[in-house]
């Protein structure tokens, strides 16, 4: 059975501080890992995975995909309080689905 | 900026009666999702669709459900007689040939009483 595992469920951090986002996968056809950022509502593209070893970048944020070990991980440094919302990993099957992980709940305090 | 819409943005409903939640995605995209999050648990996929038909679906999607594009702009979720449990927050999204990414709407908040 497909699987996308995300961890920590949960996370509370001061602002400033740098947290690493996991994803472990098994997937059948993967094609892509995307990561999301769930606020309020819809989920917020934030990258898209398709290479091992080639950080994508955006402003503090960072991710990179281990294809052999089959996972991701999410850097946010400098956090803000803004960066407070549920990340989301979803992995690509095959064309027509995207797979989700339970996502990982950060808060940043002031 | 394009974006997905969906509508209505809240729908209360009585158990056993019908709704048809509506979702018009980005124009020129070509594949096409619906997706339910039940309330603190993880996005469930239930449904794509590609040229006019189902291409995949979930073991939720039973035939309480269908989905129908009537135009060229809308998507629609029918759920026939609803549960309880189909209580959720049900998003649409849709892709580009050219995307990788799917975008989604904000979402239709299902109550089901």
Redesign the interface.
């Known amino acids: 059975e497909d699987k996308v595992v995300q961890s920590p469920l949960s996370l509370v951090v001061h602002e400033g501080d740098t947290v690493t986002l996991n994803c472990s996968y098994e997937v059948t056809n993967f094609?892509?890992l995307?990561w999301?950022k769930q606020e309020k509502?819809?989920?917020?593209?934030l990258f898209?995975l398709?290479s091992s070893g080639i950080e994508k970048k955006s402003g503090r944020l960072s991710s990179i995909l281990d294809k052999k070990e089959l996972f991701s991980i999410l850097n946010i440094t400098a956090t803000q309080t803004g960066d407070s919302a549920v990340y989301?990993c979803?992995v690509?099957r095959?064309?027509?689905?995207?797979?989700?992980?339970?996502?990982t709940r950060l808060k940043v305090l002031a | 900026e394009p974006e997905?819409t969906q509508t209505p943005s809240h729908q209360v409903t009585q158990m056993g009666q019908e709704v048809i939640l509506r979702c018009v995605p980005i124009s020129n995209h070509l594949?096409f999702?619906w997706?339910r999050q039940i309330l603190g648990?993880?996005?469930?996929?239930l449904v794509?669709f590609?040229n006019n038909e189902i291409?995949?679906k979930s073991e939720i999607f039973d035939d309480q459900f269908s989905v129908e594009r009537p135009d060229g702009s809308n998507f629609t979720l029918k759920i026939r007689s609803t549960k309880l449990e189909d209580s959720a927050?049900y998003?649409c999204a849709s892709r580009g040939i050219e995307d990788?990414?799917?975008?989604?709407?904000?979402?239709t908040r299902l109550t089901v009483v």
């Open positions: 094609r892509s995307l999301y509502k819809a989920p917020t593209f898209m398709t989301l979803a690509e095959g064309t027509y689905k995207y797979i989700f992980g339970t996502g | 997905v594949y999702y997706y648990q993880k996005v469930e996929f794509s590609y291409s995949e927050m998003f990788k990414e799917a975008f989604f709407g904000q979402g």
